[in-house]
C-alpha cells in the first residue's frame, strides 16, 4: 500500500447564514487534526459558500475537462489535488442541499477513485437521509463512499448554537479518518491510472508515468532488489543504487526525467535520463526481478532514448564491465562500447542519436 502524503479535503456544505455547518465543520477539524498529523494527512477546510459556484454554467459536459469559467477551474484544481473529501452536509427535505449537488456536478474526472466520508446533522434522522441521497450521486462520479460515517442529530448535540463536548463523537470522527486515509492509499492506483498524463504501459493494465520525489520510496525499494545482481556479477558492493538514502533518491528524482512503469500500485521498471552538453545520459535501467525476459527493459531503453532532446548527439550509458547480460541488451540496440572501461569497473556505451532526433 502507498504511503504517499494524503490531501482530504474537509467541505461545508451549507450555504445557509447560521446555518450550523460551520460549527459542525470546526468541530471535525480540531477532532481530527492531530490524528491526521500522525497519519501524515493534509487537512484543507472548504467551505462551499466560499467558492460562490453558480448553479453549474458551463456549456461543456464535465467529462470533456474544457471549463470556461475560472470559478470552474479553480474549483477543479482544487479537487484534483485531494486524494479524498469529508462532506459535512445538513438534510433538507430527505436530501442533500442542492449547493454540494451542484459542486459534485461541475466536475468528472476530478473526483473518480476518491473516497468520500460524510458527517451529517439534522432532527429525526440526524442527517442520515441527507448522506443516502449523496451516496446514489457520488458512485456515479466513481467516489468512493465509506461505511464509517458520523450522524448528528441537532437536539441532542447542541447548546447556544454550539456543539457540546462528545468524547464518543470525536472518536467517531477520528475512525471516519483513519478508513478514509486506508481507502485512499488503496485507490491510489486507480486515480494514477485514470489521471492526467498517465499512458499505456507495455504490459496489459500497467500505465506509464513519469517519476516524482514523491515516488522515492518505491524507487528506492526497485533499486535494492534489481542491483543485487550487478553487485554478484562485478563482485563488489560500491554501487550508489544500493546505498542511496531516501534523500538522496528524492534529490535525483528532482532533476532527471525518470520514466516508469507500474501496474496495482506496483512499480514494475524505470530509466532515467539527463542532458550533459550535448550527450543524453541514460541510467538506472531496472525491471523487478520476477519480470525479466518480458521486454520491459528494451521498452524503457526506447522511451528515454525518444525522450532525448533535439540537440543532442548521443545517448551514453553505463553498467558493470562484467554485466554480460546489460551489455548484451545495449550492444543489440546498436551501442558500442568504449574502447577502455573506467577505473573502477565501469564501462561505457554510446550510440550516436539519428539526425531526425537532433
Known sequence: MSMKPARVLVLTSSTRP????????????????????????????????????PFLDEEEHPSSGAYRHEHTRRWSALVDAADGFIAVTPEYNYGMPATLKNALDYLSREWAWKPIGFVSYGHTSAGTRSVQHAKQVVTTLRLVPLGATVAIRIGDATEN????????????????LDELVRVAHALRPMRERAGAGALSGPLPGSYVRQLTPDDAPEV???????????????DTMAIPALHESLEEVRDWLATWHTTGIWLDGRLLGMVRAHRVDTDWHVGRLAVVPDLRGKGLGRWLLHTAEAAAQPDCRRILLFTGAKSLRNI???HSEGY???????????TCLTKDLPVSQR
Open 220 to 234: 528506492t525499494v526497485l533499486q535494492r532488489c534489481c542491483w543485487v545482481d550487478e553487485a554478484v556479477a562485478n
Open 161 to 176: 448554537g454550539r456543539l457540546r463536548p462528545d468524547a464518543a463523537r470525536d472518536t467517531a470522527g477520528i475512525g471516519l
Open 18 to 53: 447560521g446555518a450550523l455547518g460551520p460549527a459542525v465543520g470546526q468541530w471535525l477539524i480540531e477532532a481530527i487534526t492531530p490524528r491526521a498529523a500522525e497519519l501524515g494527512v493534509e487537512l484543507v477546510p472548504v467551505a462551499l459558500s466560499d467558492l460562490n459556484l
Open 328 to 330: 548484451g541488451l545495449y
Open 336 to 346: 558500442l562500447s568504449l574502447p577502455l572501461a573506467h577505473p573502477d569497473g565501469i
